[in-house]
Structure formats: C-alpha cells, structure tokens
C-alpha cells in the first residue's frame, strides 16, 4: 500500500471532518477509525463515503462493502488501491 496514498487520506479526514488538535503522524495505520479510534461516529461515516468518491473517485455503494473499508486508514487505503486497479 502506498503512504502517500495513506498521507493523502488522513489530511483529507482532518481537513475535511474538521478534525481539530489533531496531524496526520498522529493518527495511526491500524487505528480504528471509528469508536475509541479517532472517534467517528456515524455521520462522519456518511461524510467519508462522498469524501472518499470526490478525492479518490471510489465508490462505496452499501455498508456491506463500506463496513470492513471503514475500519482502519490501511483498510481504505486497500480498498481504493483494490477499486483503482479493477
């Protein structure tokens, strides 16, 4: 998986869900996004799926496929990398 592709997606979440007191270095690969994470809740969720298609051009279409995206940064970065190359 690409870091900048990660790098890329944590200054869009910061920036993009107003994430304040917070960097990118400071949120980890693995971190549960979600929950004790970084602590989303489920309207950021909503706000993710149309950030992730406006700057990745990725499409989550259902929870099914967004569920196990959401998890983690490595976990999206792998799902955007998986839609790109399909």
Request: hydrophobic share 45%; glycine share 6%.
């Amino acid at each position: 998986m690409s870091a900048e592709l990660k790098q890329k997606l944590k200054q869009v979440l910061i920036a993009e869900l107003n994430l304040e007191d917070i960097t990118p270095e400071e949120i980890a690969d693995d971190a549960p996004l979600f929950g004790d994470g970084l602590g989303l809740d489920s309207l950021d969720a909503v706000e993710l799926v149309v950030l992730i298609q406006k700057h990745f051009g990725v499409e989550i279409k259902d929870m099914e496929e967004g569920r196990p995206a959401l998890q983690s940064i490595n976990s999206l970065a792998a799902f955007i990398e998986a839609k790109h190359s399909q």
